[in-house]
């Protein structure tokens, strides 16, 4: 059944099924949720006094392909975007906001499956999808905003790196990138790779962990490491300078990158989508569980890698060509 034969009031009905329900029925929710899907507007308890907010948006020929990822993976890649924005900010999150721009001609059920997706990836952080909005678009479009709780912590911003702090990271890099260029060569193996690429393995609570233990700066790997840490650097106006050596290359990856004639270190240097969290810790602390040190924070400006100006591929830009 295609959503032209759905309509409008059935597609809703049906997605919101998958979410828990009808108006304040959302079972599993954090306490953060007074009031779900079904009315003009959610209610989300906001005990700190602050609200977390973050944007995403995913286009599809863009940020997706149908025939690489299910409708499920999809649904967890457009929460996982927004969710980990809110780790590296040290919050803990709440409650999801999802706007679908879909084809009239697109199967019911492939709506249902990708509310699915951001329902599971929701659930896993604690948080629930709590409204939202559907419009017929020729182009299908996700758009979804997380909100969070800073649980009387402050924020962990951009802006705090000092110079002789060190540079760690929680996660993993370059998966999701492998995964891409496997995929784009029409390949569908090594399936770690690809199903990286398909649904990122987010480390949620390192951001928290993070913030507890002092972070001083922290974001999370979207657009690429050398990119992402350039906003660090800019925002603090310091040197960030990273270890190739610090970075494991998987077995799967080393094949992959053997058999494609490329160089794994692109990946993990560039490659976007793990959303891996990384953060400047103060020099001398004892990092947290699940970090390790991947470079240090000196005088200057930029990113640099082993000391060296990084000439490779820069990362993700939405706008090039």
């Known amino acids: 059944m295609s959503l032209a034969e759905t309509g409008e009031f059935g597609l809703i009905a049906r997605v919101v099924a998958r979410f828990g329900g009808g108006p304040g029925a959302l079972p599993g929710a954090g306490s953060a949720v007074l009031l779900g899907p079904g009315d003009d507007a959610a209610v989300v308890a906001a005990p700190d006094g602050r609200v977390v907010a973050s944007t ?37 999150a709440t409650a999801l906001l ?8 697109l199967d019911v059920r492939w709506a249902e499956e990708l509310a699915d997706g951001l329902a599971a990836e929701s659930a896993a952080v604690g948080a629930a999808v709590v ?16 909100l969070g709780d800073l649980q009387n912590r402050s924020p962990v911003r951009r802006d705090g790196a000092h110079p002789g702090d060190l540079v760690a990271m ?15 060569r029409g390949f569908r193996s090594p399936k770690l790779l690809v199903d990286a690429y398909r649904r990122p393995a987010v480390p949620y609570p390192a951001g928290v962990v ?18 992402d840490l350039g906003h660090l650097a800019t925002a603090s106006r310091v040197r960030i300078d990273v ?11 080393r094949d992959a990158a053997r ?28 990092l947290p569980a699940d970090w390790r040190v991947i470079g240090a924070v000196g ?14 591929p820069r990362g993700w830009d939405h706008f090039a060509s």
């Open 170 to 184: 929680a996660g993993r890099l370059g998966y999701a990138a492998a995964g891409y260029t496997v995929l784009s």
């Open 98 to 105: 999802v706007a679908l721009g879909m084809p009239p001609e």
């Open 210 to 227: 993070a913030a507890e233990h002092g972070a001083t700066s922290m974001i999370d790997v979207s657009d690429g490491l050398v990119a």
């Open 131 to 146: 409204g939202g909005d559907v419009s017929a678009s020729p182009t299908l479009i996700i758009a979804v905003t997380a």
């Open 299 to 312: 005088e200057g400006a930029g990113v640099t890698v082993d000391a060296e100006p990084y000439h490779g």
């Open 56 to 92: 995403d948006v995913l286009v599809e020929g863009r940020h997706f392909r149908r025939d690489w990822s299910s409708a499920r993976d999809v649904g967890h890649r457009a929460a996982a975007a927004n969710l980990a924005d809110l780790a590296a900010m040290g919050a803990v």
């Open 259 to 286: 058999a494609l004639g490329v160089d794994p270190y692109g990946w993990i240097l560039a490659g976007g989508d793990d959303h891996a969290l990384v953060a400047t810790f103060p020099p001398g602390a004892a």
């Open 243 to 253: 270890r190739r050596d610090a970075f494991e290359v998987p077995d799967p990856m």
